[in-house]
């Protein structure tokens, strides 16, 4: 005797795989949390690149040299 028998299998994919909400919450999710991720990551580079500019900017106003 199986835990999982072959009606059993195919009501679940019947039930969750050929749900139309379902399957646009999946897709939604599949294209949504790549875009995140992504977003995250650019959002740290752009802050650290802001940051080394106006760093930049700081030292040629006043630079540690005294001529």
Not at 27 to 45: D, G, V, Y
């Amino acid at each position: 005797m199986e835990i999982l028998n072959q009606e059993v299998i195919e009501e679940i994919i019947r039930l969750t795989w050929r749900n139309p909400a379902f399957m646009a919450i999946a897709i939604a999710l599949i294209w949504l949390i790549p875009q995140l991720i992504i977003r995250r990551m650019l959002a740290a580079n752009y802050k650290e690149k802001r940051l080394k500019k106006q760093e930049d900017k700081i030292k040629k106003l006043y630079p540690k040299t005294l001529k």
